[in-house]
């Protein structure tokens, strides 16, 4: 567990970024093994995400609120919920969930990720 409230909340924002970042970049149309892969991923940042009382809390919103891995905008929207779920919990204000296409931009200059990526 990671003592320092300001190291806490800058790795909360660093790994919501990349979170969000990956399911505006996952295929429209994925294939199986992608969808696969998505859930396999997310449940292992649950797994291994470093601060332990985080991930203890996202492990009840995950059992509750299992990843949607069908295609890009079921994943953002899953994403923006179950991040929503973590500001209903800590008081903060919700994130319009309507707005989430563009807000998450990588800066990718090609429109799509590379084979394997
Ligand atoms: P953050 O919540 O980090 O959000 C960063 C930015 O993302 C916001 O400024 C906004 O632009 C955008 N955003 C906000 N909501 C959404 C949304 N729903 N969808 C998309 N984008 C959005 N901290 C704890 O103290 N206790 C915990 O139990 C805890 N659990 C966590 C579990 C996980 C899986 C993660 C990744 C983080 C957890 N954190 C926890 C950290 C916490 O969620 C915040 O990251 C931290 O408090 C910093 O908050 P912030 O206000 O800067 O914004």
Do not use: M
Not at 8 to 27: D, S
Not at 35 to 47: E, K, T
Not at 61 to 90: M, Y
């Amino acid at each position: 567990k990671l003592g320092n409230e300001t190291a806490k909340a800058e790795l909360g924002r660093a790994a919501w970024k990349l979170f969000h970042t990956t399911f505006a970049r996952f295929p429209d149309k994925p294939t199986a093994e992608e969808s696969a892969a998505l859930n396999a991923y997310i449940h292992l940042f649950q797994r291994l995400y470093p601060c332990g009382e985080c991930a203890g809390h996202f492990r009840t919103i995950l059992d509750k609120f299992p990843p949607q891995v069908t295609s890009r905008s079921a994943a953002a929207a899953w994403g923006c919920h179950v991040h929503n779920e973590v500001n209903k919990s800590l008081k903060k204000e919700l994130f319009d969930c309507s707005n989430i296409g563009d807000f998450y931009d990588c800066g990718c200059a090609d429109g799509e990720a590379p084979e394997g990526a």
